[in-house]
T-cell receptor
């Protein structure tokens, strides 16, 4: 299966701890996106990469959040000093550059901060 | 600010009948619109899209209508099937090309198809 994969699927952490999530996009896709979804809301854009370049970041992405895509393949999203308000589903998506609007989503990582 | 709005959080429809989901937007720069479908414990799945130069796009049982003057789009599912029970998200994207990745989503509509 060559769909978008995310790891871990669930993460429970204590407030103040750092967490890191991984996303593996569809192999031929050069764009990768991170979204956050809270209960009762649609996904909210966080950031996206074209190859290894991070092209846009939302104001939602505070300085506690950092995302990387070092070799233009998989990506990591790190949250430092987690807060309870960070509890959400973190979704990764990928697309081909020429059809950036047709994004293929992974199953998400559900983060619970206690 | 919520630039894409789905004002109906839920919709119940009988199997075989038409499901109509509505979506409104406020940003006149949006020029591409999409519908995604989401089952529990899965990520959203792309369903159908429409460019702002069209007013209708059809794909099997799914048809999307766009009314640019009203900043309104709708998704019609005919006939509705039990497997269509899911959350449906409306999303929009604006040019220029280097921002084509930033989808803005509505809050979703939960569709339940009853036998």
């Amino acid at each position: 299966d060559t769909g978008v994969s995310q790891d871990p699927r669930h993460k429970i952490t204590k407030r103040g701890q750092n967490v890191t999530f991984r996303c593996d996009p569809i192999s031929e896709h050069n764009r990768l996106y991170w979204y956050r979804q809270t209960l009762g809301q649609g996904p909210e854009f966080l950031t996206y990469f074209q190859n290894e370049a991070q092209l846009e970041k939302s104001r939602l992405l505070s300085d506690r959040f950092s995302a990387e895509r070092p070799k233009g393949s998989f990506s990591t999203l790190e949250i430092q000093r987690t807060e309870q308000g960070d509890s959400a589903m973190y979704l990764c998506a990928s697309s081909h550059q020429d059809r950036g609007y047709e994004q293929y989503f992974g199953p998400g990582t559900r983060l619970t901060v206690t | 600010d919520q630039q894409v709005k789905q004002n109906s959080p839920s919709l119940s429809v009988q199997e075989g009948r038409i499901s109509i989901l509505n979506c409104d937007y406020t940003n006149s720069m949006f020029d591409y619109f999409l519908w995604y479908k989401k089952y529990p414990a899965e990520g959203p799945t792309f369903l159908i899209s429409i460019s702002s130069i069209k007013d209708k796009n059809e794909d099997g049982r799914f048809t999307v209508f766009l009314n640019k003057s009203a900043k309104h789009l709708s998704l019609h599912i005919v006939p509705s099937q039990p497997g269509d029970s899911a959350v449906y998200f409306c999303a929009a994207s604006a040019r220029p090309t280097d921002s084509w990745g930033k989808l803005q989503f509505g809050a979703g509509t939960q569709v339940v198809v009853t036998p």
